[in-house]
């Protein structure tokens, strides 16, 4: 494996970064391809995931927010396909003795001349998000599509989050052992739709809670700055100030 090199898409249009992502992943033949053609398909998603927003702002015609869509959709299944190949690639490298099995730790002689997952510029939880990925697909051949296509079905925007939640339950079902249905646990109530919305609003603040490091804060910040001379950040300050407005009157139920 090899550091990523630059990706020269800038300028490209929408269906041109797709189809490059697609391409890039099929010719791939090393770890750092496969991470070129990842990023070539992060791309192609957060552009198509924009251009969405900005028709949905517009008033766009339902077509035309649709195939935007459909966009975030396809990028999203490039993208799961080029983690699945990471997760083998990196799999192979530490059975193969060049990278870390415990991803940094350089306490012994042979972890100091091996490289890292950091040194490969990758983050752990990168490899573990690659890793759900696969073994879900594993468990449930054609997840990702089913999962994409059914969000795209319904109207709904196909985005990382939704796929990542269908992704991590898939995952835990398949490496939970199967049981009878008699076993199944007779006085389980389901949430009423009431706390199923709790449920979510106390999910959301207490994930948010442990993103939000002063590590990831910092960069999130920086983020901001470099954003701001974008077309579209109008979209993401409207986005974050409805956020904020509807987390300060959920704090205020707590005060009254």
């Given at each position: 494996?090899?550091?990523?090199?630059?990706?020269?898409?800038?300028?490209?249009?929408?269906?041109?970064?797709?189809?490059?992502?697609?391409?890039?992943?099929?010719?791939?033949?090393?770890?750092?391809?496969?991470?070129?053609?990842?990023?070539?398909?992060?791309?192609?998603?957060?552009?198509?995931k924009r251009a969405a927003r900005l028709k949905s702002a517009k008033a766009a015609h339902d077509d035309l927010v649709a195939a935007a869509h459909r966009a975030q959709a396809d990028a999203l299944e490039i993208e799961a396909a080029a983690k699945r190949r990471l997760a083998d690639e990196y799999d192979a490298a530490q059975a193969r003795g060049e990278v870390k099995r415990n991803g940094g730790d350089r306490s012994t002689v042979e972890d100091r001349n091996t490289a890292s997952a950091a040194d490969l510029g990758l983050r752990r939880d990168q490899i573990h998000d690659a890793r759900l990925i696969r073994d879900a697909e594993a468990a449930e051949p054609g997840l990702v599509r089913r999962t994409l296509e059914e969000r795209l079905e319904r109207g709904e925007e196909p985005?990382?989050?939704?796929?990542?939640?269908?992704?991590?339950?898939?995952?835990?079902?398949?490496?939970?052992?199967?049981?009878?249905?008699?076993?199944?646990?007779?006085?389980?109530?389901?949430?009423?739709?009431?706390?199923?919305?709790?449920?979510?609003?106390?999910?959301?603040?207490?994930?948010?809670?442990?993103?939000?490091?002063?590590?990831?804060?910092?960069?999130?910040?920086?983020?901001?700055?470099?954003?701001?001379?974008?077309?579209?950040?109008?979209?993401?300050?409207?986005?974050?100030?409805?956020?904020?407005?509807?987390?300060?009157?959920?704090?205020?139920?707590?005060?009254?």
């Amino acid at each position: 494996m090899t550091a990523l090199t630059p990706i020269p898409l800038a300028g490209d249009n929408l269906p041109g970064l797709i189809d490059r992502a697609a391409t890039m992943l099929a010719s791939a033949k090393t770890a750092a391809e496969v991470l070129e053609a990842r990023e070539a398909a992060g791309l192609a998603y957060d552009v198509a995931k924009r251009a969405a927003r900005l028709k949905s702002a517009k008033a766009a015609h339902d077509d035309l927010v649709a195939a935007a869509h459909r966009a975030q959709a396809d990028a999203l299944e490039i993208e799961a396909a080029a983690k699945r190949r990471l997760a083998d690639e990196y799999d192979a490298a530490q059975a193969r003795g060049e990278v870390k099995r415990n991803g940094g730790d350089r306490s012994t002689v042979e972890d100091r001349n091996t490289a890292s997952a950091a040194d490969l510029g990758l983050r752990r939880d990168q490899i573990h998000d690659a890793r759900l990925i696969r073994d879900a697909e594993a468990a449930e051949p054609g997840l990702v599509r089913r999962t994409l296509e059914e969000r795209l079905e319904r109207g709904e925007e196909p985005t990382r989050a939704a796929l990542r939640k269908m992704v991590v339950d898939a995952a835990m079902r398949g490496m939970r052992p199967q049981r009878k249905a008699n076993r199944r646990n007779p006085l389980y109530v389901p949430p009423t739709p009431d706390q199923a919305a709790w449920q979510h609003v106390t999910g959301t603040f207490r994930a948010f809670a442990e993103w939000a490091t002063e590590e990831n804060l910092s960069r999130a910040q920086q983020g901001m700055h470099a954003a701001r001379g974008g077309q579209f950040h109008h979209l993401d300050v409207a986005a974050i100030a409805a956020g904020s407005e509807a987390f300060a009157k959920i704090k205020e139920w707590f005060d009254a």
